[in-house]
Each structure stands twice: as C-alpha cells, then as structure tokens.
C-alpha cells in the first residue's frame, strides 16, 4: 500500500533519530508508555538509544558462540505531529520490518503486518486524534505521541522464509520508516506500463490509478504529464472522475520512436501528476522506461531485438556490523560497484528488497529477477499459502513500473524438504501453478522463474537448474557441458547460483590439488547434503583449501566458456557479498557464506577483477596477489603470477626486468593468456604489470617476500601490533614451526581475546573482523578499538602455547 507519494519529498519524512531499542519483550505495551520515576522498578528494562534503520541481529547474527537472536523486540519514539491537510490522513510508511510487526499509538494498537519485506502503511490519525484529547497528551508526553513498534523474527514454521534458509531470518526495523501526511484524498499506487515493440518504432504508456479515500470523497480532477529522458513534455492531459472505487483506468498514451531504456543507456520518462479534490492536492511523480524483452524458447536473452548475454549476480539485504540495515548511501555504493564490475542483471535473493535497490537498477541499467521467499521446507498450510500470495501481490504491486525487472521469482529450492512431516510433490506443484497464474494475471508483461525445484520446471517461463561444477559436484570444466545438458531439458534455461566460497586473505601455490579426488563428466547440480562439511563424496566444497586462489581459476574458466555459448541467455554468480547465515557454524569465518566477490564490508576479493577482465569496456589491470604478501616455492623454481586485463596486450616486470609481452584470448586459459613464469629471488620481489589497449596505458604493481624455507607443523604463535590509527590498533598473530619458520599454510583456528579498557572490532563476519577464525597462510588479523586505555590481547589456538600482547 502506498508506493506513489514518497516521491513528493515533502509530504514524507523519514523517522532515523530519537529511537530507543529493546531486545526481548515485554509484558505488555502499558510498560512502554507508563510514567517512570527515575530509580523506581518501572525504569527496567533498560531501553538503549538506537537509529533507524535497525536490525535485531546486527552483531548477533555472527557471533561465533551463540545461535542469533529470534524473538521478539520494541522501538519507541514520541513524535510531533502537525498534518498540513484539513482532514489529512498521518500515516506511518514501513519499507520492511521483520518479521511480524505491531504498531502502537500510546496504548492503542494501530496495525499489524506479516512479512519482512514487502512495504505497507499504518492510518494512525484517529489515534492520534483521540491520544490528543488525553491528559497524558499535555501533562506527561508534553505535546509529543508515543509510538512504540513490535517486532518479532521468532521462528514459525507457517510462515514464510523457513528458517531452513541459508540466510538469516531477520529481525527490527531494518528498512526506512517515514511519517508520512497525505489530504483527504490521495493516491494509493500509480501503475504506470511503458511497452514498445522490439524494433523501438511504437511505444505506449498505460496509467492505471488507485486511491486512498477513507474519507468518501466523491470526485477530483486528475491532471498528468509526460516528460522524455530530457524534461520535454510529450503529452498532457486531464481527467474528470466521478468514481474513485477500484483500480481506474486512466489514459493510454502512444508515444511514437520512444527513447528506449538499455542497460548501457537506461533513461528513463517521468509521469509527473497533480489530483484536485475537496480534500486537498495531491502531487507526485513515477518514473517508466520503454524496453522490449524476450527469453527465445531454446535460445538466448534478447533486449530490445538484440541478443543480450545476461551477466549476472545476487544481492542478500547483509552487511557488516549492520545486518540488513544498510542505509541508502552503502546500498548505493555496493550497487554501482556491482556496475563497475560490468554486471548488467541481477537476482535478488531470496526476497523483496527495498525500492532504494530498485530505483537504482532502474538508473544504473540492471536488468532484474525479484522473488517472494517461499524458499525451502516444503508447503505448509493455508496461513503459509495465503503470506506466500500476499507477499507476491504485494511484490508485483509495489515494483510494478520499475523497467528493470524482467522476472518474477516464485521460489528458490522448493525441493528441499523439513519443515512438515508431509512433502508432497503435487501439492507443491499445485500451489506453484496457482502463483505462476496468479503472476501472469498481475503482470502478464514480465516472465516467471524458479530455481532448483526440477519436478515445477515445466510450470514456470524461465528455469534455473542447480549447477555447481567444481564446488558441490564435479569439476569446473564439467560446467559446459552440464549446461548443454541442462539447456535441452527445458523451455527456457537461465543459469542462476553458480561458484564457490573463498576465504578472503588465503591463497595458494597450488590451488586444483583437490581437483585429483573428483569424479568428472557427471552431473554438477547440488544435492541433499552437498552443502555440509562432512561425509559424502569428494567434493572441492568438502576437500579443496578454499583459498583465493582456487575461486579465481573456477571464475577464470566458467566466463571464459560463457563467452562461447551463443545459445546462453545468461547466468549469475552467487553471490556479490559474503552474507551471514544461521546454517554455516563452521566456515572458516563461522556463520558467513562466503562466497562472494567482495567481503561483508565491501572489501574486494582478488574475484572481483576476474569479472571485470571479462565484462567491462574501461581499460583496467590487475595482478593477482595484493593480499599476498609471502609466496613460496623452491629456490630457482619459476612461479606463475597471472593478470587479470581487459587490454589487448600487457608486458610483465620482475624487478625492474621486462619478462615479455602477452596478448590477451579470452579462450587462453587461464587468465586469458596473460601469465607468465617468473624466476623469484628469496626475499623481497617487486611485480609490475603494463596494459595497452590502443593509446590507453593502465598499469599495476604488487610487492611481497618469496619463501623458499620449508615448515612442519605450527609449534608457537607471535601475536604483534602491526599499526594504529586513530586509536585503532591492528594485531596480526602468525604461526610458526620449531624452527621459527612461518607455515604458509597452516589453516589453524584462532581465537582472540581482549580485556581491559579496549574492545576488539569483531562480529562483522569478514576475514579480519572475526574474534574466531581461520587463519589464511598462517596467519590472522583483527583491530581493537584502544579506547585511550590499556588492554590487553590474547590468542589461543587449540594444541598450541597461548600468546599475549599489551596495548
């Protein structure tokens, strides 16, 4: 409810500041808002000072010792509240809350929704209405209005996403809340369809309105325009309407040779329109772009008439230190470096996001698959189905005109079972036919998808198979193959969720050893049990050194083939970020999937620059190893050192010394030709790189120390404060053997510890943000926060001497 007027900036404010937060419940919402004397037992539970966005789990959500927090929780605020429309509605605009939400004016409640990820709206104007009459109004809020929210992720297995889920079920207010005043009158949503045929000669734009008139009003003029991607009017006009009940059919507008929305150039036309009526004015704006797509049956992806190769990956609503509460200037900067990566589509995983997300694949040209969280456990009963039906309405609705979605997702691994004692494959079947109807009655413009559910994959338009070769199953040379295969199986094959986890700062000498172990030329699609640590068949998931290393060469080879597929409507790698999750208690980061290009913080994996050497234009060069800083081998033994380039041609340099020029063939494995065997001297070694394309000249230089010392096994640790800055100070412990050698490769765990006045900066879920975690090339990193006192910080690995340094 509500997606149109946020436009209007000043009809909305966003609520961030003033919050108090507590994380339980209580006994009632009469504890929220009674008078407290300080010191008196009404003062507990102690409340903290919180801004919005919030989520629940922040911290929790990855703490290496306790399950993360799912239950219920409250926010309070007093608000002033002045509505500048005679009769005007006050209404409270949720972007998401997890997962059950309750709102409350004073003692009243006002609202409740279930769904962490659709928007809705709470009328809360004749409760403040009657809490304005109170003597608790005047006296004890002085002229203020209580709101207190309830939120609540605890677990329930009729609802949707199971917690089955590799994800966490989030709990708070971790999108945008805003208080938002409308008149009398106002529009609910705009529905505006911009369509055009492939070849870009007719356009039409079809504006379909729906209002919000609790008050009854009878009629209002509605006076709109269109404006082209440069601000020019291209049509106006004005409606009378007598009737305001219902979805109203507005106007159809053709627009001849319309600007078309590209992924290179995605501009966009503005319905900008003002409804007149005796409760007031009501203004705002909705943004539509002209694109015609087409998934050929058999075939590839076409955008606008021209085949288009999807170049894909996956967003989770995940970040460090903040759970799934990013602010709209981090959403924007994880989204425009997915650009600079050269993605051009993404899958939002496993549910509806937040419009900011949207509004900016809208702008920055990302074609999008966006889906419900009916995501693994089975089918459960009528109060499951009907969230499922909802939050697809309700997703549909809601993101109905932005051009960049092209797919609806009904489910992720609806063949995954658990949640029930009964999974009955019809019945699964049935409820999937009846979404895909639903969909296509909402939206008969868009396609529908599922991933990994093979006994629906004849319901929906698009298909995903699981395929994971070289992780879950097989190797990744079988990835080809095990495409074509899955190709022919379907209607329309698109593959989403394909790659590996790397542990960020662990490389490798040799990082396809555990490739020897692997059966070859089978199927590469995940199964029950793939994803554990433990038993099964050999699998690099289970066996391989998840180094750095390993990830880039699987990476290397799938876009290598992808480039010689014509037949492919694209991929997407799963996923850009590493993202907590309840399911993963041992990875080497505990509760982090990580197999993202980029850590939970946005730092870059040596991935990234991988899918940049592939998928962008901008001449750019990367030598693997910035986060490498000793190399081993043997003494005269000659080393591969790959670059990653987009350029024609590089020339490598080792130590000042010209090694050859390279030209790139993306077809050259790996790193497209571009590698070299270098003879490193023991010690320090400095490796630059010259890229040319044409004119254009990049270049790119790393420096580390070459090992040719053999190690046995860890014996002590050395624990060191390698740098401070601001008060924060950088410890970094290394192992060593008997013989003080340090073991490049030892995969320890490590735990750190800190007491006294400081704190260590953990909890984040990244490589060097975690109290416990594998060490990388054996060694590991952590900061503390100094605090301006004195602390004291430990390292305890099992099976060796624990070690100590003073801050």
Known sequence: ?????????????????????????????????????????????LWQNVNLPHCVNAEDAVDPDVNYY?????????????????????????????????????????????????????????????????????????????????????????????????????????????????????????FVKAAVDSLGKTGTVTVTARFYNPSKVGNADLNFKLLDPNGKVVFKAGKRLTSLSGDLEISSIAIKKPVLWTTEKPVQYTLTYEVISSGGNFKSEEKVGFRNINFVEKGPFKLNGKRLLLRGTHRHEDHAGLGAAMTEDLIRKEMVMMKDMGVNFIRLGHYQQSRIVLNLCDSLGILVWEEIPWCRGGLGGDVYKN????????????????????????????????????FDKEKIRTFMKELNDTSHKLDPSRYTAIRRCDFCSDIVDVYSPSIWA???????????????????????????????????LRHSENPDKALSKIKT??????????????????????????????????????????????????????????????????????????KGVVERDLTKKEAYYVFQSYWTNKPMVHIYGHTWPIRWGDAGEEKMVKVYSNCSEAEIFLNGKSFGTKKRNSQDYPAAGLRWNLPFVNGGNVVKVVAKNGNEIVTDEIKFIYQTEKWGKPSTMELKKVSEVGGIATLEVKLFDDKGVQCLDAVNWINFGLTGDGKLIDNLGTSSGSRKVQAYNGRAIISADLKSGKSVVSVKSDGLPTVFVNL
């Open 70 to 190: 799912q239950g219920p929780a409250w926010y309070r605020t007093q608000l002033s509240i002045a509505n500048p429309h005679p009769n005007g509605r006050t209404l409270l605009h949720f972007e998401g809350a997890g997962q059950k939400t309750e709102v409350y004016v004073y003692t009243t409640k006002v609202a409740t929704h279930v769904g962490g990820y659709d928007e809705w709206t709470a009328d809360i104007t004749e409760a403040v209405e009657a809490f304005k009459k109170t003597d608790a109004f005047k006296k004890q809020f002085k002229g203020k209005v209580p709101v207190s929210i309830r939120t609540d992720n605890s677990r329930d297995l009729e609802m949707i996403p199971s917690d089955l889920s590799d994800f966490n079920v989030y709990g708070g207010i971790y999108r945008y809340l805003n208080l938002v005043y409308v008149p009398a009158l106002s529009v609910d949503k705009m």
């Open 1 to 45: 409810m509500f997606t149109s007027y946020l436009a209007s900036a000043q009809q909305s404010i966003r609520l961030n500041k003033n919050w108090e937060f507590l994380k339980q419940d209580l006994g009632g919402i009469w504890e929220a808002v009674r008078p407290v004397g300080v010191g008196n037992p009404e003062a507990v539970p």
């Open 521 to 594: 030329g089978g199927s590469a699609d995940e199964r029950a049990g793939d994803a554990s640590l433990y038993g099964g068949a050999a699998r690099i998931s289970k066996d391989g050194d998840w180094s750095e290393s390993y990830i880039t060469n699987l990476i290397d080879w799938h876009l290598k083939e992808q480039e010689t597929m014509p037949w492919l409507s694209g991929t997407a790698y799963w996923p850009f970020k590493d993202f907590s999750t309840p399911v993963r208690p041992d990875n080497p980061v505990p509760y982090m999937n990580q």
């Open 470 to 504: 070289g992780w879950y199953r097989g190797a990744y040379t079988d990835y080809k193959q095990v495409s074509i295969d899955e190709f022919k199986k379907v209607k329309r094959f698109l593959h989403v969720e394909w790659g590996g986890d790397s542990h960020a």
């Open 387 to 422: 969230q499922a039906r909802t939050m697809l309405k309700n997703m549909i609705e809601q993101h109905y005109n932005h051009p960049s979605i092209i797919i609806w997702g009904l489910g992720n691994e609806n063949d995954w079972p658990g949640d029930f004692p009964e």
